[in-house]
């Protein structure tokens, strides 16, 4: 709390509040002229009341604090809150008693001057980052699963796995709903507990986990692929009958890791998201119309699969289920 009251006033409010505790220090302008920028960075980790300040000395708090590695959010109203609402990472200016100084050097306006409006707009921005986070985990790993299955295909002498309009399928329809449906996530449990992010959509961890998630999808589906190549002959089917099987498998296991990773990409939130549902079994069964309905075989160059497929390519594609708690686990 820094304000321009008297220590004594500043120190019983902040009681009242619970900012402070019974023997805790306050500071005063007066003792902030006495001490030098390096001692204020050590002070500010254990005083929390300032009283009797200038705009010089709200700026240099706000400055310590950064320097300690902290995020600092300064809130004012007045034209003296300016240079420290600038200087802050986040400046808060009270809409109704802001000043329009200090309205223009702030990052946000509260409207209705409630301070608990901060905790929920701060609530929401988590929340709406988080699922930026998960939407573009979900879509980047998609595109580098998809990119090392058709390079490596390509290395070993495979024919290529997927077919141009099987390759538009993927990223367009089938991770369109799903993808879509991660942006409307709820909160995560500990999402006002954690410390704030730094505000990096794609962080050391989350492209650990995007790299580790397109590899794990391109050697189940080019060792699905290669199974079903070599397994035709047997059955007495044709080059190209072996091929168009093998490419459909191949493709369905390719999409069942994304509709399985979507899971991945879920918050652990107490609220429900429909939609996230709505969208995983429509997208499951536009690919069963893809394998089964004459017409669209013709198009998409695919073949009727069995049982015995589906089970296998299921449990394939599940097991990005399970590296994925390998990964969280290897990097709690």
């Known amino acids: 709390m820094i304000t321009g009251d008297h220590k004594i006033t500043a120190g019983a409010i902040a009681m009242a509040l619970g900012i ?35 705009p010089e000395h ?38 109704i008693a802001g000043t329009d100084v200090s ?25 709406i980052f988080d699922n930026i986070k998960r939407f573009v985990k979900f879509q980047v790993s998609t595109n580098v699963g998809a990119i090392l299955t058709i390079t490596s295909a390509s290395i070993l002498s495979l024919p290529l796995p997927f077919n141009p309009i099987q390759i ?3 990223n367009i329809i089938m991770d369109g709903p799903p993808a879509q449906s991660l942006g409307v996530e709820g909160a995560e449990k500990n999402i006002m ?28 589906t080019l060792a699905i692929y290669f199974y079903e190549l070599n397994s035709g002959a047997p059955k007495g089917l044709s080059q190209e009958d072996i091929h168009i099987r093998a490419m459909t498998i191949a493709f369905t296991t390719f999409v069942m890791f994304q509709i399985f990773n979507a899971f991945n990409c879920r918050a652990k939130s107490n609220e429900k998201n ?6 995983i079994a429509a997208s499951f069964i536009l690919q069963l119309l893809v394998i089964y309905l004459p017409y669209l075989q013709i198009i998409f160059r695919t073949t009727a699969i069995g049982i015995f497929d589906w089970i296998l390519l299921l449990l394939v594609s599940a097991t990005i289920l399970i590296s994925e708690k390998v990964v969280n686990k290897f990097m709690s």
Not at 30 to 47: F, G, P, Q, S
Request: aromatic share 4%.
């Open 168 to 170: 538009l399928w993927i």
């Open 274 to 279: 429909n939609f996230f549902y709505i969208a």
């Open 20 to 54: 402070m505790k019974p023997g805790n220090e306050v500071l005063d302008g007066n003792d902030l002229n006495r001490i030098t920028d390096a001692e204020l960075k050590e002070k500010v980790k254990t005083v929390n009341v300032f009283a009797r300040v200038s």
């Open 103 to 127: 309205k223009e050097s702030s990052d946000m306006i509260i409207q209705d001057d409630n301070f608990a409006t901060i905790i929920k707009a701060i609530r929401e921005g988590r929340k």
């Open 193 to 220: 507990n954690r410390n704030p992010g730094k505000g990096n959509i794609l962080n050391k961890d989350n492209l650990g986990k995007i790299v580790i998630a397109g590899i794990v999808m391109a050697i189940g």
């Open 58 to 95: 709200k700026v240099r708090i706000v400055t310590a604090v950064k320097e300690n590695n902290n995020i600092v959010a300064m809130t004012g109203d007045g034209v003296n809150d300016a240079p420290s609402l600038k200087k802050a990472d986040i400046g808060i200016a009270m809409g």
